[in-house]
């Protein structure tokens, strides 16, 4: 009896160890991306697993849409990545994976998309010619990431169709030294650095009132 209990039970650990270790890797499914997003921005996702051929897999998105669908949910044949947009009024959303080999979910947190800020200054103020006009006042931007960062430039225009910067303008606020002699439009540009992403103010007019002759 002794023989056949060293002889069994080693077996019977092979074979136990055997089906543990074919589950793991079979029943493995992971799905990798952004976690800090920005709402209505496109993110793509990718989706690994041990697939058999025409395996069905069902995407749901909770707080976006897929770009493919137009929809939070949809099941289809297995693929390797899925792109989708976050929507905006949520602060966090879930992407979840279901399929015959396993389930994989990923959560984020939603930034809001990037407020560029607004000049508070009247729309539009009006001078003498080669007078100095009054300082330009504008909110902190906001939005655009979860921890975002903030880079300021003023720009100016004749037009405003053609924009250049204003040479040494990257705080919040624009104050002139300068005396006015044509009539110019402004707007603060804002980089939010992690996510690279641009958005503009609103537009303000200095009217200069023609020089008489």
């Avoid at 060293?6 to 493995?28: D, E, N």
């Avoid at 051929?53 to 897929?66: A, R």
């Avoid at 015959?100 to 560029?116: D, F, Y």
């Avoid at 100016?156 to 053609?162: A, E, F, P, V």
Wanted: hydrophobic letters at 35%; proline letters at 4%.
């Amino acid at each position: 009896m002794a023989h056949y209990s060293l002889y069994r039970a080693p077996k019977l650990w092979l074979i136990t160890f055997a089906l543990f270790s074919c589950s793991i890797v079979h029943g493995q499914v992971s799905l990798t991306g952004a976690k800090c997003v920005t709402a209505k921005l496109v993110y793509q996702y990718e989706i690994k697993g041990e697939w058999r051929q025409n395996d069905k897999i069902s995407i749901c998105v909770e707080g976006g849409v897929l770009e493919e669908t137009g929809t939070a949910c949809t099941e289809k044949e297995a693929v390797s990545s899925i792109r989708l947009q976050w929507s905006e009024g949520r602060s966090t959303g879930k992407i979840t994976v279901s399929s015959q080999v396993g389930t994989a979910n990923l959560s984020v947190s939603i930034a809001p998309k990037l407020n560029p800020g607004f000049i508070e200054t009247a729309e539009k103020q009006t001078i003498a010619y080669d007078k100095v006009p009054s300082s330009l006042s504008c909110t902190q931007a906001s939005g655009g990431n979860c921890s975002p960062s903030f880079s300021y430039q003023w720009e100016q225009s004749s037009d405003r169709i053609k924009w250049t910067p204003v040479s040494g303008a990257t705080g919040r606020n624009l104050s002139f030294s300068t005396p006015f002699k044509q009539t110019s439009f402004f707007r603060r540009r804002v980089l939010e650095s992690s996510s690279q992403t641009i958005a503009y103010s609103n537009i303000v007019a200095v009217f200069v009132i023609p020089k008489k002759n």
